[in-house]
């Protein structure tokens, strides 16, 4: 199923627009529950004349949150849930927050400083990325300026593998919940010159029939209509700039074999594959 309980971690800057526009997009196809959540650093504890200092600080964190979550509210209404956090990292932070609410996805933007269109990951990306044990959904920068009005297209990145298999069956529930099409794409990269041009075809040739293999089971077991891509460039972003991508597309990864099960662990071609991204990202933990 698409994530229907989800909690957006919001910034007062274009990072927490994109990612409340994101998550937003999700509550109306679901039409599941949105939590908004704003995590500030602890504020250290001081003995003596320093816990003056200490008291003011918290005052300024917890106005700070108070603020962010008022200019959250603003653009996103009354129907969702408003929480300010303290914990040290942000990742962290939020992680805990969807453990205790039972949210079955965390909704964060790019970090700051990337290309307009992509997703550039920072310490909260990273901490998520790498120990979260729900869904993450990466916005790219400047999504909350025209964000599509619903979703078009579900894409994987699909690589034969016994974990993949568990991707593209959650792909599937997810599409069929969002009713949209589903595509699976496998990229082949490297130099089509000299020696490795007749290895590349090969791998292309495999790629394509473990993709029609793949596609069968979806078409058969449900009504969602399935195609199938393989994507060749010299570089993960060239591969990906070889096909068309649709306003309301996102792109569905899976979690590394070698992470820790039911958790979200990137390898490095899926952080390849996040960062040259044209859509938004949806990394999955890892599942038998």
């Known amino acids: 199923m698409a994530p229907e309980n989800v909690l957006a971690g919001y910034v007062p800057d274009d990072r927490g627009r994109d990612a409340l526009a994101l998550a937003l ?4 196809s ?8 704003n995590v500030q650093p602890l504020a250290w504890s001081a003995p003596g004349p320093a816990k003056a200092e200490e008291w003011a600080w918290r005052a300024y964190l917890r106005e700070a949150a108070a603020a962010a979550l008022a200019q959250a509210r603003e653009l996103a209404g009354d129907d969702a849930e408003y929480v300010a956090h303290f914990r040290r990292g942000s990742g962290r932070g939020l992680m805990e927050l969807a453990r205790r609410r039972g949210a079955d996805a965390v909704v964060i933007g790019s970090a700051p400083g990337g290309a307009r269109g992509r997703i550039t990951l920072g310490s909260t990306a990273d901490q998520l990325l790498h120990a979260s044990s729900v869904p993450v959904l990466l916005a790219p920068r400047g999504y909350g300026d025209d964000p599509p009005e619903a979703f078009e297209r579900i894409t994987v990145a699909y690589r034969r593998s016994r974990g993949c298999e568990a991707v593209v069956r959650a792909a599937v529930r997810t599409t069929a919940a969002l009713g949209v099409p589903l595509r699976l794409v496998t990229l082949v990269v490297g130099a089509r010159g000299g020696a490795e041009r007749d290895l590349l075809t090969r791998l292309s040739d495999r790629a394509a029939a473990d993709l029609r293999l793949a596609a069968r ?3 058969r077991r449900s009504a969602v209509e399935v195609e199938v891509e393989v994507l060749e460039g010299r570089t993960v972003a060239q591969a990906l700039g070889t096909t ?5 597309e ?3 990864c899976g979690s590394s074999g070698s992470g820790p099960l039911r958790r979200v662990f990137l390898g490095d071609t899926s952080i390849k594959i996040v960062k040259a991204a044209p859509c938004p990202v949806m990394v999955l933990t890892r599942q038998l």
Request: glycine share 14%; charged share 25%.
């Open 25 to 28: 997009l999700l509550k109306r």
């Open 30 to 37: 679901t039409r599941g529950r949105l939590t908004v959540a």
């Open 217 to 219: 089971g979806p078409r």
């Open 244 to 248: 068309s991508w649709l306003r309301g």
């Open 250 to 252: 996102m792109i569905i």
